[in-house]
């Protein structure tokens, strides 16, 4: 998929995880882009499978929130009008609504990196059992041969009062043309330190563009050997995720600490977009749909018996 017109929009994340806002409780059935598109937008095209598409972009941050996401999902963390865009596209209302995240290499930095997110500022404690959907599309022209780490999504800790910050207990990682999931917990830490990558859980590599890809994770929070991962994946040549009628394929089982103890975090919460702490010379572009997080598949509309 390539986008034509070079304009961006951006989309905050919630600083919930720094003035200690978050509400408790595990997430209820989501899909971010459910809502209805209002306000000003500006026309531009994209390119899928050889076909130029015209499309309607809509600032998120400088355009109005309107209903477009519930009031859990935060935009606190988009720096400028061109940090997320919603994308529709004009005379396919079938094709469904993307997200567009862009950071570029003058972009304020936010506690620390260039960041362009949305985050669901609720919590999942330890001891209890989440799942999350969502859909990331990497752009046919995403400068991916320019020096770049950039996180795509990931699950932070909200850190207890007073204590230290900590690495994200999982994220989705895309290194050069690697793409890979990503864990830490206390353990990791203590054996490689916090200033080094962690325990790779995935790695595929390339995240390939011009394709939705889908990703399905059964978590159970815990920082002892009680925690696990499931997670599941596949291709998707639509742009709309309920359509996709690709299989699904288990890439991640794992048995063990999920995060840290409870005297130094509440919990922890989901965010998606754009983010780098390294230097970069090149504008980058992703898009995501599709995000739903609850108590089961069924929650995610996954009906299939794989998801157990």
């Not at 598109?37 to 600032?59: F, N, P, W």
């Not at 596209?89 to 995240?101: C, E, N, S, V």
């Not at 999931?181 to 490689?192: G, H, S």
């Not at 390294?278 to 609850?294: I, W």
Request: charged share 25%; with cysteine; glycine share 10%.
């Amino acid at each position: 998929m390539r986008h034509s017109n070079g304009s961006t929009t951006e989309n905050a994340v919630s600083v919930f995880a720094r003035n200690g806002k978050a509400a408790v409780g595990i997430i209820a059935g989501l899909m971010v882009f459910a809502g209805s598109s209002s306000s000003a937008q500006t026309a531009g095209e994209i390119e899928i499978d050889g076909k130029m598409l015209v499309v309607e972009e809509r600032s998120i941050k400088c355009d109005g929130k309107s209903d477009d996401f519930p009031d859990y999902i935060s935009t606190e963390r988009l720096v400028n009008c061109d940090s997320g865009k919603i994308v529709t596209f004009d005379g396919k209302p079938d094709l469904g609504r993307l997200i567009q995240f862009t950071i570029k290499p003058g972009d304020k930095k936010l506690f620390g990196g260039t960041r362009a997110e949305l985050a669901d500022t609720r919590i999942v404690k330890n001891g209890e059992e989440a799942w999350y959907r969502i859909s990331t599309l990497i752009p046919n022209d995403f400068p991916i041969d320019s020096p770049h780490r950039l996180v795509l999504a990931q699950w932070h800790e909200l850190d207890q009062p007073g204590k230290p910050f900590h690495r994200p207990p999982l994220s989705h990682r895309l290194w050069g043309k690697k793409f890979a999931v990503e864990l830490f917990n206390r353990q990791i830490i203590e054996k490689l330190g916090d200033e080094h990558d962690g325990e790779i859980l995935y790695s595929a590599p390339q995240l390939e563009p011009g394709l939705l890809h889908e990703f399905v994770y059964k978590i159970g929070w815990a920082p002892d050997e009680s925690g696990a991962i499931q997670a599941w994946r596949r291709k998707c040549d639509e742009l709309k995720p309920d359509d996709c009628t690709a299989e699904w394929t288990q890439f991640i089982q794992y048995k063990g600490s999920t995060g840290y103890e409870n005297d130094a975090i509440q919990g922890y919460y989901f965010k998606f977009g754009l983010y780098t702490t390294t230097k970069f010379e090149a504008a980058f572009t992703a898009y995501h749909t599709g995000y739903r997080s609850g108590k089961s598949a069924a929650d995610l509309g996954l009906n299939d018996p794989l998801f157990k």
